[in-house]
């Protein structure tokens, strides 16, 4: 495919930053505001200033470059994703969509386009949330959106996060002086490696994300009556385990009621209490979590899910509580922006699917604030946060090609 | 109903011995080989001396009271339980099995009834298993069945059992001495609290036990494939907990087949790897525990169990592993004592419900090495092995008059 953009320059910074926090082969460790990450942002900001763009850290610890346009007034197009990794995380999650970011605005400088409005590409500051439990911390920062006391949780050595923004560089102190007004931004767009099998499945090198699901997260707990389980005969039995089983099958149907729907739906953790061979279970704990881009028929699918548990522990005697854990709402891209993807790819030759992201991104929030837009490419077998995560430089560059198309329709509107 | 035994007699040793040990109001914490227990032991021994038997303490910590017969040579009818406790346990599981089969005993002297064969009555040391892991010790002993290695096994406080039974007076070097001709025991019967809720249920103070159910031991792992609960649609999914789940339930139809019978099954744990809200199960594994009374239903069960295991792991995609984990053949107590506790029982104005035994008793040994026979008491709402275990002394009473009458009917016949 004939590319505009420079994908050589973009896989050899690929390869670059992967070497900063680099395990083993193919991993990476780059933890949020570690000095892996400091190295790794410092690295991103040279070549933002090679670009041309005017860089700042702010006190989220993001990193911004700005371009500005022929109206300096205008909202800015911000195009960006994060460098943090996982303890054990691969080289391209989060950092294909910094990267691919720079890519798409250098090459705009050397073809010589001014755009008519400012661009700016972000990295933000601890997308994944592993050191201190709470994720999309840049992004989130950036729109006033963080919860009470998240400067003063403590990663697994007592740091604060509030000590690591200071060490980092970043006044915890001045915050409010680094969030945006939203009416300054226009529209973000995140290229993201897929991190399902999808892509992969329908051997496409690109997707369009239609919309990040919104997880819902319930705890459901059974009581039932201990016993000996040699002495207690089956009729009697008041098993929190074999109700718990028969939930768990029947929250696997309901969430494949529609075929093709995007709806997921996992336990992923349970606990038996007291937990002992020869024991009739008293007590068993599980998880929920429940996605879908459709609310409606996330809530359908909860409301059949409570039923499901009623109904189930009535059967079996069992006492049920379910607690509620939170969950967000599902959030759109922008229908004109997707559009406008879809109308570029043809230009490529490409038709790429349109997809639910299943996961969390820094477009998540985004999305509150402005139109959004995704890009999704190819994961090898969907593996992410794991050294084995892969996407092959030719799919990227397909990706970071579309971003930057996207980007120019973008950057040539006024408001 | 008119009795023989001393029903006030009875009720106040148990009584007494209760306090030994006592926690709380009504449990009792009395390990084998403890101060608790050799306290315990002794104040039993003290009623066997008053009650005329000539009683001993041998190399495995069991107390053993002797009637001579009149034929002194003729293998003995031994009558027995235990007295040790779980740590936080009742004031009846066993102990009611001694001081009944005591009682029985010095009723017959009290009677002027000489028996043709002697008369053992035996309080076993360790039935529980609690401090050293392994229970049964006592009757394995003299059966010349314990395993290797059993002296040195610790309890939490790193002492060992042959530390404890020196402590505790016996001498474990000399374990042999200690070991039955088998040919000396022609048959044991031991009364017992039922620990299940079946004589409550039917509203009988006691029942005759058919036979003890032989427990079959597995552990099933099924594995799968790890992934992001947002990112893996669901026809792609190898989910090791959906797997586990249809097991589960397919495991508690297979036991229930054939109605009224005494099969139980039990999944009394099971593990999630790795075990995260967000994280599609990995790897589960649980425990089977299958008992019947019969050995060919219960093989059978136990195939039927291995092919579900089989089918559902291939539908999930799942590798599955089922590791054997043991057990023990079922039991049956001899027709003949059966019978003459029937016959028994009528004399008694009773028709006792004949039950399986699923949970393990010193009687499971003996009935290796004799007929063995055994007496069930109802359990107050079939709870053991903590402090709400009752059963009270009226169904005591009348167990033991049956114990004391089938006693009498074996010491008859000299062999």
Redesign the interface.
């Known amino acids: 495919m004939d590319l505009t953009i420079n994908s050589d320059r973009l896989s050899g910074r690929l390869a670059e930053l992967s070497e900063i926090g680099r395990v083993g082969e193919t991993g990476v460790c780059r933890l949020a505001l570690s000095e892996e990450y400091k190295d790794g942002m410092q690295l991103v900001r040279k070549w933002m200033d090679e670009a041309g763009l005017e860089t700042r850290f702010d006190n989220f610890g993001n990193l911004i470059g700005r371009l500005e346009g022929k109206n300096q007034g205008q909202p800015a197009v911000m195009l960006g994703s994060h460098i943090d990794s996982q303890p054990s995380g691969g080289r391209f999650d989060g950092t294909i969509g910094v990267l691919g970011a720079l890519e798409a605005v250098q090459t705009m400088r050397e073809n010589g386009i001014q755009p008519e409005v400012p661009v700016e590409v972000v990295s933000f500051c601890d997308e994944e949330g592993h050191r201190f439990g709470v994720g999309l911390f840049g992004s989130r920062g950036i729109l006033g959106s963080l919860e009470p006391g998240e400067l003063e949780r403590a990663d697994e050595d007592g740091v604060t996060r509030r000590e690591a923004l200071t060490d980092f560089g970043a006044d915890p102190g001045k915050l409010q002086e680094s969030e945006y007004d939203t009416r300054k931004i226009s529209s973000y767009i995140e290229m993201h490696i897929?991190?399902?099998?999808?892509l992969q499945?329908q051997d496409e090198p690109i997707g369009i994300v239609s919309g990040i699901?919104g997880?819902r997260?319930l705890t459901v707990t059974l009581t039932g009556t201990s016993?000996?389980?040699?002495?207690?005969?089956?009729?009697?039995r008041k098993?929190a385990?074999?109700g718990?089983?028969?939930i768990?099958?029947a929250f696997?149907s309901i969430?494949?009621t529609e075929a093709g729907a995007?709806?997921?739906?996992?336990?992923?953790?349970?606990k038996?209490y007291p937990?002992?061979?020869?024991?009739?279970?008293e007590k068993v704990e599980f998880?929920i979590?429940l996605?879908d881009s459709d609310l409606a028929r996330r809530d359908e699918y909860e409301q059949q899910l409570r039923e499901a548990v009623k109904d189930i522990s009535e059967k079996h005697g069992l006492r049920h509580d379910i607690s509620d854990d939170g969950g967000t709402t599902p959030k759109e891209a922008s229908r004109e922006i997707m559009d406008i993807m879809s109308e570029e790819s043809r230009t490529m030759n490409l038709t790429p699917p349109v997809l639910m992201?299943?996961?969390?991104h820094d477009a998540s929030h985004m999305a509150d604030a402005c139109g959004m837009g995704m890009i999704f490419v190819r994961s090898k077998d969907?593996?992410?946060?794991h050294p084995d995560e892969y996407s092959n430089d030719e799919d990227i560059a397909i990706g970071t090609e579309l971003l930057y198309k996207t980007m120019l329709r973008l950057v040539e509107r006024t408001s």
Chains 1, 2 share one sequence.
Not at 262 to 270: F, I, K, N, Q, S
Not at 275 to 281: E, K, N, V
């Open positions: 897929e991190q399902g099998p999808n499945e699901a997880p997260w016993g000996h389980a040699g002495t207690v005969p089956m009729p009697m098993d385990l074999t718990a089983a028969e768990i099958t696997n969430v494949q995007p709806t997921v739906g996992t336990v992923g953790d349970l038996v937990g002992g061979r020869s024991i009739i279970p998880t979590d996605r992201s299943g996961a969390f969907g593996i992410s946060h």
